[in-house]
């Protein structure tokens, strides 16, 4: 502390949170203003880092189109996306739902069917929307 004050600070400058750690604070903490204020900069993060994080966003249905020509596709796609469904082009890891049209792909097929994921044709995709 003397050398603190020793460098021309004063208890008040140097124990003062900044102003990353009280903008935190203030969001995401009900402290008021005058109890952010009385805090020092260790006690401000260690507060911030003791908060529970935010809430998981939401997993999002993630859907492939496979087998239809563009136009279908295309149609397809801005209803899923208007569902907030995430429209990919291939098979991933989190590929929730494969629709298949009349010339579907095979190897998306057997690539789905091994990932246990749920394969539908347009119409039951449709219906799934309709159900939202």
Not at 4 to 12: D, F, K, M, P, V
Not at 14 to 34: D, G, N, Y
Not at 47 to 65: A, D, Q
Request: contains cysteine.
């Amino acid at each position: 502390m003397k050398k603190l004050e020793q460098a021309g600070l004063t208890r008040s400058k140097w124990r003062m949170p900044s102003e990353k750690v009280c903008q935190i604070l203030r969001s995401r903490s009900q402290l008021s203003e005058e109890e952010i204020q009385a805090l020092g900069e260790g006690e401000a993060w260690g507060i911030v880092y003791g908060l529970p994080g935010p809430p998981p966003k939401p997993k999002r249905t993630v859907v492939c189109f496979t087998g239809f020509d563009d136009a279908a596709r295309a149609e397809l796609e801005i209803l899923a996306t208007k569902a907030n469904h995430h429209v990919t082009r291939a098979v991933t890891k989190s590929l929730s739902i494969l629709v298949c049209g009349p010339a579907p792909g095979p190897a998306k097929l057997e690539i789905a069917k091994e990932r246990g994921v749920e394969i539908l044709s347009a119409a039951q995709y449709l219906e799934k929307l309709a159900g939202l």
